[in-house]
């Protein structure tokens, strides 16, 4: 019998002004810092860390990330931070920021801390940088010993960022317990390699239930870029909840038809979480859930704005050859959609797009 494993970061920080405390927490970790920024997150966060490192005896230097999380880019912050002998590396920004902090800590076998400063993915909490080359292309995927030993994130930013980041994340969100549920179903092994704890599967049932009773109300709270109780309780399920999930609860076909969906390039101007989003409706169609779950899912989806048909990312023409493309692309050797509890072929992959596509379509009465 498969043994059972759950990972997650040491420590989980969040609310709103969190970052003003950084200091009391990053202490536990050393006294020298690089932190790692983008050139939107250095100028929001740089003061207050800044001061709270002064406050807790840490020394700082702060260094823009390049823009892409590559190898050359890697070993570039990975020389500032020997040459300026830092103990403890602060990445601060989107993905592509917090996986290059992560993978700059690995290679320096620093402790590394996490702060987001959008909550669009889910992963900010897991063991994992994707690596790109220098152009933006994917490279390979770095997996990491441990999760980060702290990830921080202050509300405050996130609900200042713009509202479809947020909602991005809920699309990304959305598919963890989908999910989870059919990784358990089949006993898969998740991202550590071990099968789904009753931790990891109550984590992303919790993670979809936050969605649909806070995600609405959290969407027109950023609106507004205020935080109320709905914004933390969204927040924690993007970043936390499914970071957990998705990590110890393992993936499936939604992950996999986004990644085959991305051969189309018209829906490259679409986040992740978006075209993840349209990619569980896929599966349920393949699981065949309930008029009440598809539903109730449709619902959600169109209220904050996220997409149920192939034309709301990007695909204005439907042409069978390329759909049967995307379908065989989340169908490649390796797939997580061989997750799933049932046999999956290329052939019920295209079916369920088609008909996921038309049902989405139904529901907005096009």
């Not at 929001?44 to 800044?50: G, L, P, R, W, Y």
């Not at 109550?202 to 009773?213: I, N, P, R, S, V």
């Not at 995307?326 to 369920?352: H, R, W």
């Amino acid at each position: 019998m498969t043994q059972k494993i759950m990972i997650s970061p040491s420590r989980y920080v969040q609310g709103e002004g969190a970052i003003k405390k950084i200091g009391e927490q990053v202490k536990n970790f050393g006294k020298s810092a690089l932190v790692i920024g983008d050139k939107i997150a250095l100028p929001i966060i740089q003061e207050d860390v800044n001061k709270s490192f002064q406050d807790n005896g840490i020394s700082v230097r702060f260094e823009e990330f390049g823009g892409e999380c590559s190898m050359p880019e890697i070993e570039r912050l990975k020389g500032i931070g020997e040459e300026a002998k830092v103990d403890v590396i602060v990445g601060a920004g989107g993905g592509k920021t917090l996986d290059t902090a992560k993978a700059v800590a690995h290679y320096m076998k620093t402790p590394v801390v996490v702060v987001p400063t959008i909550a669009s993915t889910d992963a900010p909490c897991s063991a994992l940088s994707v690596i790109y080359t220098p152009e933006g292309v994917f490279d390979h995927y770095l997996v990491l010993p441990t999760n980060p030993n702290l990830v921080l994130v202050d509300t405050g930013i996130v609900a200042r960022a713009p509202v479809r980041l947020l909602v991005a994340g809920m699309g990304d969100a959305l598919a963890t317990w989908f999910e989870a549920d059919a990784s358990a179903a089949s006993s898969a092994k998740n991202l550590p390699g071990g099968s789904v704890t009753q931790a990891a599967l109550a984590l992303a049932g919790l993670c979809y239930d936050l969605l649909m009773e806070h995600g609405y109300r959290a969407m027109l709270a950023v609106e507004k870029g205020v935080v109320t109780e709905d914004v933390e309780k969204v927040v924690e399920a993007n970043t936390l909840l499914s970071g957990l999930g998705f990590e110890s609860g393992g993936l499936a076909a939604a992950h996999a038809i986004h990644n085959g969906i991305t051969a189309l390039e018209e829906t490259h101007s679409f986040y992740h979480g978006e075209k993840v989003a349209f990619g569980t409706l896929v599966q349920m169609v393949m699981e065949g859930r309930s008029n009440e779950e598809l539903y109730e899912v449709l619902d959600f989806c169109v209220s904050v704005g996220l997409p149920v048909t192939l034309k709301q990312i990007g695909v204005a023409e439907v042409i069978p050859e390329r759909i049967r493309k995307v379908a065989e692309l989340s169908c490649a050797e390796g797939e997580t959609i061989f997750n799933m509890p049932f046999p999956v072929t290329p052939d019920l992959v295209y079916n369920a797009i088609l008909a996921a596509d038309a049902i989405g379509h139904d529901f907005l009465g096009e």
